[in-house]
């Protein structure tokens, strides 16, 4: 395991710094200009020698690659620069939102595990059962549907028909202070939006499993020894249908993170979303790259953790990939 993941240490080094050249290549080219978006309206009607002069403060007019020299260069250093459009260290702006984004993707994460493997499992118990129909035909909807989509359905009926639920934001709009019970709150709708928008993939790879490990030999065995059908199920089934499972541990984080970013945005939760929103807007070359790279560590990652749990759950998975 350490050696796989030393190698795997090794290997992200030079996608993250191709994947931060990519990012200040595509800013250069976008028809965004940085200079504007900093200058807000005072740019309209700004004269051409004051763009020109605040694009040289900004380090704008440089060459391609030496701005992003000087960025990788600096954020090896543990600087990771100024936010132009925030007006703030790249490091606050982050600091200050990533956390609320970790707790609203962990949650819904945990939720569509949690719901699609108990869901599978029944399901694959009776294959065709009303359950299995009714649960898959509802996991084929899902799949299909936008997360921002379920996002305004959940505002619009738990919120706005029911009044149940806070329609967004992290607090009552009435109180300046965040507490743990206002913040659970707020998080039922958008964790709960972002976990049924990835429920179906772990619901139908569970199902799958286990209803292939029950038609095996070793289960059938089980049954033939006179073992419960709960722990035939559940002590051995559901252990080899996992395995297919955890593949989907990492691949499914690039998804999440995207719907994640819509579901704050819907919800208005103060995660990293109206960040990424405004520096890719505003070409902001430095928020721009650290959130990349942010968001390709989760994904290389996920891709680690799926199969360390693939080996520990397999022992005959051995780590050398």
Same mark, same amino acid.
């Given at each position: 395991? +350490?050696?796989?993941?030393?190698?795997?240490?090794?290997? +992200?080094?030079?996608?993250?710094? +191709? $994947?931060?050249?990519?990012?200040?290549?595509?800013?250069? %080219?976008?028809?965004?200009?940085?200079?504007?978006?900093?200058? @807000?309206?005072? #740019?309209? /009607?700004?004269?051409?020698?004051?763009? !020109?002069?605040?694009?040289?403060?900004? @380090?704008?007019?440089?060459?391609?690659?030496?701005?992003?020299?000087?960025?990788?260069?600096?954020?090896?250093? #543990?600087?990771?620069? !100024?936010? %132009? $459009?925030?007006?703030?260290? $790249?490091?606050?702006?982050?600091?200050?939102?990533? @956390?609320?984004?970790?707790?609203?993707?962990?949650?819904?994460?945990?939720? %569509?595990?949690?719901?699609?493997?108990?869901?599978?499992? &029944?399901?694959?118990?009776?294959?065709?059962?009303?359950? !299995? =129909?009714?649960?898959?035909?509802?996991?084929?909807?899902?799949? %299909?549907?936008?997360?921002?989509?379920?996002?305004?359905?959940?505002?619009?009926?738990?919120?706005?028909?029911?009044?149940?639920?806070?329609? #967004?934001?992290?607090?009552?709009?009435?109180?300046? /202070?965040?507490?743990?019970?206002?913040?659970?709150?707020?998080?039922?709708?958008?964790?709960?939006?972002? @976990?049924?928008?990835?429920?179906?993939?772990? *619901?139908?790879?569970?199902?799958?499993?286990?209803?292939?490990?029950? +038609?095996?030999?070793?289960?059938?065995?089980?049954?033939?020894?006179? &073992?419960?059908? =709960?722990?035939?199920?559940?002590?051995?089934?559901?252990?080899?249908?996992?395995?297919?499972?955890?593949?989907?541990? #990492?691949?499914?984080?690039?998804?999440?993170?995207?719907?994640?970013?819509?579901?704050?945005?819907? *919800?208005?939760?103060?995660?990293?979303?109206?960040?990424?929103?405004?520096?890719?807007?505003?070409? !902001?070359?430095?928020?721009?790259?650290?959130? /990349?790279?942010?968001? /390709?560590?989760?994904?290389?990652?996920?891709?680690?953790?799926?199969?360390?749990?693939?080996?520990?759950?397999?022992?005959?998975?051995?780590?050398?990939?």
């Amino acid at each position: 395991m +350490a050696r796989m993941t030393g190698r795997r240490a090794l290997f +992200a080094v030079p996608v993250l710094g +191709a $994947v931060t050249f990519a990012v200040f290549a595509v800013a250069a %080219a976008s028809p965004f200009d940085p200079v504007k978006a900093y200058a @807000g309206t005072a #740019g309209l /009607t700004a004269s051409q020698e004051n763009l !020109d002069q605040l694009r040289a403060n900004l @380090g704008v007019d440089r060459p391609l690659l030496a701005r992003w020299w000087d960025w990788l260069t600096s954020a090896l250093a #543990g600087d990771l620069g !100024d936010s %132009a $459009v925030l007006r703030q260290p $790249v490091a606050d702006v982050i600091g200050e939102r990533v @956390g609320w984004s970790v707790l609203l993707a962990a949650t819904a994460f945990l939720v %569509a595990i949690l719901l699609g493997t108990a869901l599978g499992v &029944l399901a694959a118990r009776r294959p065709g059962g009303l359950l !299995d =129909r009714s649960v898959g035909s509802l996991a084929y909807t899902l799949e %299909a549907a936008p997360a921002f989509w379920l996002g305004l359905l959940a505002i619009w009926f738990f919120s706005l028909k029911l009044g149940a639920l806070p329609a #967004g934001g992290l607090t009552d709009t009435a109180s300046d /202070t965040v507490t743990a019970g206002q913040v659970a709150r707020h998080l039922v709708l958008p964790a709960g939006v972002l @976990g049924l928008a990835q429920l179906p993939w772990f *619901f139908l790879y569970v199902r799958q499993g286990v209803s292939d490990a029950l +038609a095996e030999d070793p289960v059938r065995g089980a049954r033939a020894r006179g &073992l419960s059908e =709960r722990t035939v199920l559940l002590g051995h089934a559901l252990r080899s249908g996992m395995l297919p499972m955890l593949t989907l541990v #990492g691949s499914r984080v690039p998804e999440l993170i995207t719907g994640a970013l819509l579901v704050e945005t819907v *919800f208005s939760w103060p995660g990293i979303a109206a960040a990424t929103v405004q520096a890719a807007v505003s070409v !902001d070359f430095a928020l721009l790259a650290a959130l /990349t790279v942010i968001a /390709t560590a989760a994904v290389l990652a996920g891709n680690l953790l799926s199969d360390l749990l693939y080996g520990l759950a397999d022992p005959r998975v051995g780590f050398d990939g």
